[in-house]
């Protein structure tokens, strides 16, 4: 595992932010933080790794919506670089629909040219579902209102600058942005739950570099 270290105050703060440090030595134990999510609330988890730590590690996360009900679990691998990969979006999840909530991601997209500036962004689900999308600051960015990729359909609206094919552009700086998707599913979902695919537009074409999938 890997060590963490927990910003003071966490335990009261609406985002909880930790520093990743490496490779835990034999028999050294590392960090953790109990937290309490209310109804209809949620809780943005940041981890920032050290330029020097070694890579290797997990973070795992536990959580229950019942004390005496079932133990969910969750974890993020910090794991080496892969060759060939020009960017990727930092996160993917699993997640639980409810009738009365949109379903949050929050999303950080990093690409190895830091000198980048944009990159066009599309954002589709595997059965008809609203998405919304806003950047790290809550400006939004797109409405698409079927859930299709396009920005070309009645109801689909965007707020910031497009490529020309009906997309959004993923403004960058320093080769990386934090935004949020929310997703408002259309009637019931399917067995097997609806999936969030977010693609970026590279010189071969589009990329898939995030898969989130939601449960009925």
Do not use: K
Not at 114 to 123: C, D
Not at 131 to 145: H, I, K, Q, R
Not at 160 to 179: I, K, P, R
């Amino acid at each position: 595992g890997a060590w963490l270290e927990f910003a003071e105050g966490a335990e009261e703060s609406d985002d909880i932010r930790a520093t990743w440090g490496g490779l835990l030595e034999e028999g050294e134990e590392g960090t953790s933080l109990v937290l309490r999510i209310e109804a209809g609330a949620y809780r943005l988890i940041s981890i920032r790794g050290e330029a020097d730590a070694e890579p290797g590690g997990e973070f795992t996360m536990h959580w229950t919506p019942d004390p005496e009900g079932d133990v969910q679990e969750s974890s993020i691998l910090i794991e080496e670089a892969e060759t060939g990969i020009s960017g990727s979006v930092l996160q993917a999840g699993l997640f639980v629909s409810n009738p009365f909530y949109s379903v949050p991601l929050f999303l950080h997209y990093a690409d190895t040219d830091v000198e980048r500036e944009s990159i066009p962004l599309r954002v589709s689900t595997t059965a008809p579902a609203r998405v919304e999308m806003y950047c790290a600051l809550g400006d939004p960015v797109f409405v698409d209102a079927d859930g299709d990729g396009s920005l070309r359909d009645p109801g689909d609206q965007l707020f910031t600058q497009g490529d020309g094919e009906g997309h959004a552009l993923l403004l960058l700086e320093e080769g990386a942005a934090s935004f949020e998707l929310q997703i408002f599913p259309e009637g019931e979902l399917p067995e097997e739950g609806l999936a969030v695919l977010i693609e970026i537009h590279e010189p071969e074409g589009w990329t898939v570099v995030s898969e989130n999938r939601i449960l009925p």
